[in-house]
Nanobody
């Protein structure tokens, strides 16, 4: 069974950092392009980052470029999103998503507030 489990969210002050994890089971992450997407309160889904299959080339939304870094640990079959210099506008539920199927996990809440 394909399963994605996000974790690592929490509440941080502006300027703080968090690292999100997305543990995959039932398939091999490195064989699939994966997105990080987020949904802020009262808003639609926003694409944040993509990590491609194979060598894992990454691309980012302009709003997070230079602050967020996506990576993948093939041995652990886990995707990561390192988030630095967090801003209140980053407050959202974050999901990892299989690009080809749209399958997402349950999400993890990130709140940036002083």
């Amino acid at each position: 069974e394909v399963q994605l489990v996000e974790s690592g969210g929490g509440t941080v002050q502006p300027g703080g950092s968090l690292r999100l994890s997305c543990a995959a089971s039932g398939f091999t992450l490195s064989g699939y392009a994966m997105n990080w997407v987020r949904q802020a309160p009262g808003k639609g889904l926003e694409w944040v980052s993509r990590i491609n299959s194979g060598v894992g080339r990454t691309i980012y939304a302009d709003s997070v470029k230079g602050r967020f870094t996506a990576s993948r640990d093939n041995a652990k079959n886990t995707l990561y999103l390192q988030m630095n210099s967090l801003e209140p506008g980053d407050t959202a539920v974050y999901y990892c998503e299989v690009v080809s199927t749209g399958r997402r996990g349950q999400g993890t809440q990130v709140t940036v507030s002083s």
